[in-house]
């Protein structure tokens, strides 16, 4: 019907006849959640910025092949993952490390903001510091609020893998954190 | 009931877990002290977590895919690249070449006894193998050994 907006499912199809506006749409729906995830797992905003681009390249070549057998964002996020994982060991190889997340300057006068600020680097410093398959099941997990079995489908990993990696992971966590100033305990 | 396990602890203080079993994890973390304890502790994680806020609106990237995107179909349009066009040949002649090879390869093992007169020894022998004997069969055709696994030539050398 004239006037509804279409699915995901709908705009590979028009994409996949040409229509570069569905390609349009498509990034425009889900751009934010894309360079969040490549940038929570990447930890740099140029990297994010990188696998974002990269992400909806391959999108659009692939849509003339493209089966909706899953969500479109599940199909999404597997891209996503794996071109950060990607990124990851290129950098691995090369010794660049990802880790080097710099703490900003408080300048705020307000201590509020100034405090917000400091734990969100806190949070952010050690969720950078875990294992790399944890991290990604975390930030899938806790940010972008996929279940155990979305998650499963997005990595390619199995379901008791994915459960395992998120108790470590939050195991982890809390022990970071309950060391720090801003107590989880 | 005994104690939460990890995951479905991690769930429930998230909000993920599904009724009827939301109701009996509550009851049991209301009745428990430990699960309740790490419940708590877990809850508070999470909303530790929850404020690392990010803010992907000022890393809009819409335009630079866009304009690869064109840029990709414009050269799909054009055609494949030389590259491309190169390895299909690659193929298509590496094709060519094995059947030329097979074809004269067959042409010598046929021409050659047609050229030296000699046919092929598969009927030379028409002696009864020893092993369709004990099986009780007829040597019904010289050119059965092709679908037995012996020659019966090699057989009768054998014997």
Redesign the interface.
Known sequence: MAGDIPNDTELMTRLAA?D?AA??EL??RH???V??LA??TLGK?DL??DV??EA??RV??AAGNYKPKARFTTWLYRIVVNLCLDEKRRRARNGTSLEDVTVEAQTEPNGDIAE?KE??QL??GA?NGLPERQRVALVLH??EGL??GQIAEATGWTGSAV?SL??RA??N??EK?SKMK?S?? | MKHLDEIELIEFAAGNLAEPRAAEVREHVAACRECSRRVQEMGKLWDTLGRWNVEPAEHDVADRITALAHENRAESVRGPSIFVLRKKFLMQALRLAASVLIAVGLGHKLGESSVTGKKPQIASSQEKPEYLAALGLEWSSGLAWLVLEDNPDEMGGEQ
């Open positions: 040409g570069m390609l349009g990034v425009q751009q934010e959640r360079l969040e940038f929570r905003w994010a910025e974002a681009q909806f390249l659009h070549r917000k734990i969100a949070v952010r969720v806790r940010y279940s155990h459960e998120l108790v939050y195991a966590l809390r954190l801003y989880v305990e």
